[in-house]
């Protein structure tokens, strides 16, 4: 059984950093055609905030490039994100997301387990 469990979120002052975790089980991270960060802020549809696809390209909203990165560590199945130079329009529950199949040249990552998200509060 596959399961995502995010870490590390939490409230910071605008201008600040933290870095997001997804420990996962029952499926090997080297193994994934993609994962993601997600995120959802209240009254808002889930957005998708970064991707890192199976052997390591990546693509990021334009809201977040310059600001956030996505990386994995497939020896410790573990997903990051280290978000930096934060800001209160970045406040939302963050959501892990993993694909078996992705394709990178279309920016293509159909999404088959996810996470429970944890939540980021940027304050002004």
């Known amino acids: 059984q596959v399961q995502l469990v995010e870490s590390g979120g939490g409230s910071v002052q605008a201008g600040g950093s933290l870095t997001l975790s997804c420990a996962g089980s029952?499926?090997?991270?080297?193994?994934?055609?993609?994962m993601g960060w997600f995120r959802q802020a209240p009254g808002k549809e889930r957005e998708g905030v970064a991707r890192?696809?199976?052997?390591?390209?990546?693509t990021y909203a334009d809201s977040v490039k310059g600001r956030f990165t996505i990386s994995k560590d497939n020896a410790k199945n573990t997903l990051y994100l280290q978000m930096n130079n934060l800001k209160p329009e970045d406040t939302a529950m963050y959501y892990c997301?993993?694909?078996?199949?992705?394709?990178?040249?279309?920016?293509?990552?159909?999404?088959?387990?996810w996470g429970q998200g944890t939540q980021v509060t940027v304050s002004s």
């Open positions: 029952g499926y090997s991270y080297s193994n994934y055609g993609c």
């Open positions: 890192i696809y199976r052997f390591g390209s990546t």
């Open positions: 997301a993993a694909a078996v199949w992705g394709a990178p040249s279309s920016d293509y990552c159909p999404t088959d387990y």
